[in-house]
């Protein structure tokens, strides 16, 4: 069953896109500040960072919950009908850009924080999860290849 993207139904998700783009890049900004920041051309107060985390949280869950509920009548709609919506499919490159920025930042600051031991240890990983682990590894693969 295909669904019917009314104007409206366009007009809506087109604007929850815009929001959820603003969003994003609000988030990218917080981002960036904390990196500044990182980097020692600020000082780096990793509360005011979280509480900047904690005030966007609420407002990036509703507007999933707003797109999550979209998302079905989007996706049984016809390939015709989505291709016709000239407005949606750039915002949904843009936020996927947007998104990939953030995680590439994040990422790189977690690496920073990780190289001046600002991150606690109880949340790092177990360096050694099992010994002898990459001998199973080989023995299995082993086995499998003959």
Same mark, same amino acid.
């Given at each position: 069953?295909?669904?019917t993207?009314?104007?409206?139904?366009?007009q809506?998700?087109t604007?929850?896109?815009?929001?959820?783009?603003?969003?994003c890049d609000e988030?990218?900004?917080?981002?960036?500040?904390?990196?500044?920041?990182?980097?020692g051309q600020?000082?780096?107060?990793?509360?005011?960072? +979280? /509480? *900047?985390?904690r005030?966007l %949280?609420?407002?990036?869950?509703?507007?999933?919950?707003?797109l999550?509920? =979209?998302?079905? &009548?989007?996706?049984?709609?016809?390939r015709n009908?989505r291709?016709?919506c000239?407005?949606i499919?750039?915002l949904f490159?843009?936020? +996927? /850009? *947007?998104l990939?920025?953030v %995680?590439?930042?994040?990422?790189?600051?977690?690496?920073?924080m990780?190289? =001046?031991?600002? &991150?606690p240890?109880?949340?790092?990983?177990?360096?050694?999860p099992?010994p002898?682990?990459?001998?199973?590894?080989?023995?299995?693969?082993a086995?499998?290849?003959?």
């Amino acid at each position: 069953m295909n669904a019917t993207l009314t104007p409206l139904f366009i007009q809506e998700m087109t604007h929850d896109l815009r929001r959820y783009l603003g969003l994003c890049d609000e988030i990218l900004n917080l981002a960036t500040q904390e990196n500044l920041a990182l980097g020692g051309q600020s000082a780096y107060d990793p509360e005011f960072f +979280q /509480d *900047q985390r904690r005030t966007l %949280l609420p407002n990036l869950e509703q507007m999933l919950a707003r797109l999550r509920s =979209r998302r079905l &009548v989007w996706q049984t709609s016809s390939r015709n009908e989505r291709e016709n919506c000239t407005e949606i499919t750039p915002l949904f490159q843009q936020i +996927q /850009d *947007q998104l990939m920025k953030v %995680l590439l930042l994040d990422r790189e600051n977690q690496q920073i924080m990780l190289r =001046r031991g600002m &991150v606690p240890p109880s949340h790092l990983p177990n360096p050694a999860p099992r010994p002898n682990y990459l001998a199973s590894v080989y023995q299995r693969h082993a086995i499998s290849a003959s």
